[in-house]
């Protein structure tokens, strides 16, 4: 089976949570991707901003307070996590932090099965706490747009090391 490792991208564009909210746009459109993820000083993955996360201060965002924008929220019935997005100035205020992610040793059948079912588009890749790369869906896609010649060399690799 093919591994995470052999997909990933591993040159990953990451921000600090302190990255100003302006940065953060400007490195996703420049970058052209559509997430980043948010690392410490030492490379461990403490969030991901997505664009989801950042068009909540289009939609949510404004000049109103923080309290005033979750009353507003409440009364609306709208979900209070989009609002206090829309409120924040660095990445921290609006990343997600409840991030799935993967190891570089996993199964990639696997992971996009996560990836699925949790309706994720990427997923950023862990090895001893530190980021090591990230697995999109145009990464596994990249796995059927190989020649034969190349997929049976793949198969014949995962054939001799199945046998050892």
Same mark, same amino acid.
């Given at each position: #089976? #093919?591994? /995470?490792r052999d997909v990933m991208t591993r040159n990953v /564009?990451?921000?600090a949570p302190d990255t100003p909210y302006q940065d953060v746009v400007e490195t996703l /459109?420049?970058?052209e991707v559509s997430g980043l993820p948010v690392v410490d000083r030492i490379g461990a993955l403490v969030g991901i901003v997505t664009e989801a996360d950042l068009i909540s201060k289009e939609a949510y965002g404004g000049n109103r307070s923080r309290a005033l924008a979750l009353l507003a929220d409440v009364v609306s019935v709208r979900p209070h996590h989009w609002a206090t997005k829309g409120l924040g100035s660095v990445a921290a205020d609006v990343m997600t932090t409840d991030? /799935? $992610?993967?190891a570089p040793e996993e199964d990639v059948q696997v992971v996009a099965r996560r990836m699925l079912a949790r309706g994720v588009k990427r997923m950023p890749v862990v090895d001893d706490g530190r980021l090591v790369g990230i697995v999109s869906r145009p990464d596994i896609l990249k796995m059927f747009a190989?020649?034969?010649? $190349?997929i049976g060399t793949d198969v014949t690799k995962n054939l001799e090391t199945d046998a050892d």
């Open positions: #089976m #093919m591994k /995470v /564009v990451t921000i /459109v420049e970058r991030v /799935v $992610a993967c190989r020649d034969d010649a $190349a």
